[in-house]
């Protein structure tokens, strides 16, 4: 199993910008795909964006592409989210996961943090 744990949320207006990061530990090594997830109240949960370890390749939701990047330090074993241009609409919490083999599965996620919030103000 996979630990996860969040950090760097907070509020901002909106155009602003906000990193997060997600420290992983335990089996790291059977973790072929992590992500970033988000929800907001009301709302189904939402990939946000994704990353194949082995190969760097990413992939974002439509909302956030040109806005937001996703990526690996391997060394420090943590996970990024970089969001810039952020809208009201970011408004979630967000989460961090792994475990999936195919990125684009969601229910392959197995292992999530506790979550973030990020706040973004008009």
């Known amino acids: 199993q996979v630990q996860l744990v969040e950090s760097g949320g907070g509020s901002v207006q909106a155009g602003g910008s906000l990193s997060l990061s997600c420290a992983a530990s335990g089996y790291t090594y059977r973790t072929y795909c992590m992500g970033w997830f988000r929800q907001a109240p009301g709302k189904e949960r939402e990939r946000v964006a994704t990353?194949?370890?082995?190969?760097?390749?990413?992939n974002y939701a439509d909302s956030v592409k040109g806005r937001f990047t996703i990526s690996h330090n391997s060394a420090e074993n943590t996970l990024y989210l970089q969001m810039n241009s952020l809208k009201p609409e970011d408004t979630a919490m967000y989460y961090c996961?792994?475990?999936?083999?195919?990125?684009?599965?969601?229910?392959?996620?197995?292992?999530w943090g506790q979550g973030t919030q990020v706040t973004v103000s008009s």
């Open positions: 996961a792994a475990g999936a083999t195919i990125c684009a599965s969601d229910h392959e996620y197995t292992d």
């Open positions: 990353i194949y370890r082995r190969t760097g390749i990413t």
